[in-house]
């Protein structure tokens, strides 16, 4: 079939999105998880409000301005940031969007945790801070028990703030880890004193296995509404379970086992996530997309590629999040059927 | 110093791109080759102008849509698209881009060929051709001297098609197969009674060596105007050449050895280009940026880093072209004054 999209283009199918939000969904209630989807994978407020009506218990962001992209339309009344905020500028935004949602925001140092206070010290609603844990990650959090501890009681004096919970972005494979560490943070927490009311953690190459750190309250996951080759690959998921697709167009055949296409870097990015190829072309396991350039893909094979200068092709991409942020609108399908394009609302919102 | 801009943030020192413009210019005097730069680096009408400006015949794009926004403001009035269009709606799109300038296009293949005929031979302008090479980079092109003469033949055929010269987009350090490629193909059109009016060739890591195939008569080059981090490792230009850098804020100091800022992927891009890290902190070179995620980027060194919360850094990127694509805006500044964002209008330009 022939798509009537100038190409390349990103199709979401919402048959198969849904379906990934039913399923997770289920599978939070059956463990008593609350279900805390991350929006970097799809960052479209319509997507957001099904996962919500999922049972979703409200959205992760990673920065202010995403977060004031999601609520923009409504429905949205729930929101953690996942990111140490810093600066004038984002504090005060900051501020005002807890004027509009429940908002809970992460710190791992205490000069983090000062500029939260001084910005919500001034009056308003309170902000409730979550500590970042490193559990083996190694990109933010405290490295011990003890640090979350110290942490969470700095919260807790500081004019403005209250402390909520303990929240992770852990490695894949490491529930035990999280389990240890949090167990032993939230009793040193409950030493000083504090209640520890949330225990946030995430990560969609270990969601189905969330349920083996009992200790979790929340579970935070983004590419489990798209899925992508790097889950694929992981075996978390099936093809057939992928929901964005990148539809391009075949320019060049200039020998029988090399094709070019008109999706390079601008559509695909670079990311491997330590696969080889750039994505996975549906219905053709035996191409490989080997190189790309900002606006060329090019596809080889171990004999012919059977491709022909104006073909379509769908590509399951290595990573659906980074996608979705390189385009202004994907284009919503149910199986064949286009339904439209929809702008990507918090596409491009960095800071 | 503190620049007073929210971070991550794209700068661009315009003092620098302008030098820049004008060195690679004189370079193209001198050795009396046409002068087109690709737009793809900057996606700013404004520069573009500038290019114009200090010399430049025209520009280089890869795609209608992003000509259609660089022509948009006025001042530029020869693009060349160096790329195979393909299908109804871009045909349609080029038709009105060559009623509002001179517009020159490529083909590796006659199916282009006809497309570009049908949308063309209705009337109005025709579209001048050129017949993209494949000198080595094998991306597209057709291979070999008589098949550029088969379908230069091809072209000048079709109605409402004009045959105007050669193209190619040669690997790096492939000037003598260049020159050998064209002056065979030139002589072969030739001997078919077509006149090869332009001979365009480019890319950045070699535009110092243009004139060592002086068969070409215009050079394509990009990445000169910003350069970045995979040119300094090239030895094509300093640190001090560098007019884009990546503004970011140090947001969490876990350990001594180790600094989160808050530039990840959606800004710096997982483009190595054969590079180790994502870029080079402008006067630490004892500093690796080893590993990114979306909004997060890890900084390591050997000893201590030095760096603190809320502290700013510029990076140098691995490449400028892609980041460039990353933001709404960039900042433009001379020396240390910020002048104002100026949004790129080229921006996500895909199709």
Redesign the interface.
């Given at each position: 079939m022939l798509f009537e999209i100038?190409?390349?283009?990103v199709l979401v199918d919402l048959d198969i999105a849904e379906a990934n939000i039913d399923r997770f969904q289920a599978y939070c209630r059956l463990h008593d998880l609350n279900c805390r989807p991350h929006i970097?994978t799809h960052k479209l407020p319509v997507l957001a409000q099904r996962q919500i009506a999922a049972g979703a218990v409200g959205i992760t962001c990673?920065?202010v301005s995403e977060a004031e992209a999601m609520i923009a339309d409504g429905g949205i009344d729930d929101v953690l940031l996942t990111?140490?905020v810093?600066?004038a500028?984002?504090l005060s935004r900051l501020r005002a969007l807890a004027e509009r949602v429940t908002l809970a925001v992460v710190a791992?140092?205490s000069?983090?945790v000062a500029g939260l206070s001084e910005a919500f010290a001034a009056g308003g609603r309170p902000l409730s801070v979550l500590v970042e844990c490193?559990t083996g990650a190694?990109?933010?959090?405290?490295?011990s028990p003890a640090a979350a501890r110290d942490l969470a009681v700095t919260i807790s004096r500081a004019p403005g703030l209250v402390f909520k919970g303990l929240m992770t972005y852990p490695p894949v494979g490491a529930a035990a880890a999280v389990q240890a560490f949090m167990t032993e943070a939230k009793a040193l927490c409950e030493q000083a004193g504090l209640t520890v009311s949330v225990i946030s953690s995430g990560g969609a190459p270990d969601m189905w296995n969330a349920h083996q750190a009992p200790i979790v309250t929340e579970y935070r996951s983004g590419t489990y509404i798209y899925n992508d080759r790097s889950l694929v690959s992981r075996g978390v998921c099936q093809w057939s379970d992928c929901a964005l697709t990148v539809l391009a167009?075949v320019?060049?055949?200039?020998?029988a086992g090399?094709a070019?296409i008109?999706?390079g870097?601008?559509?695909l990015?670079?990311?491997?996530l330590g696969l080889q190829g750039y994505g996975h072309v549906l219905g053709r396991p035996d191409l490989m997309i080997d190189?790309l350039?900002?606006?060329?893909g090019?596809i080889t094979a171990k004999g012919a590629t059977g491709l022909a200068?104006?073909q379509q092709i769908r590509i399951v991409p290595n990573h659906a999040?980074?996608v979705s942020?390189?385009?202004?609108a994907v284009y919503a399908l149910r199986g064949d059927k286009v339904e439209g394009a929809v702008l990507v609302a918090a596409r491009?919102k960095?800071?």
């Open positions: 100038e190409t390349p283009a970097k990673q920065k990111y140490n810093i600066g500028g984002k791992d140092n000069q983090v490193d190694h990109r933010c959090g405290v490295a167009t320019v060049s055949v200039p020998e090399r070019i008109d999706a870097t601008k559509v990015t670079s990311d491997l190189q350039s900002e606006e060329h090019r200068v104006g999040c980074v942020n390189m385009v202004d491009g960095v800071q």
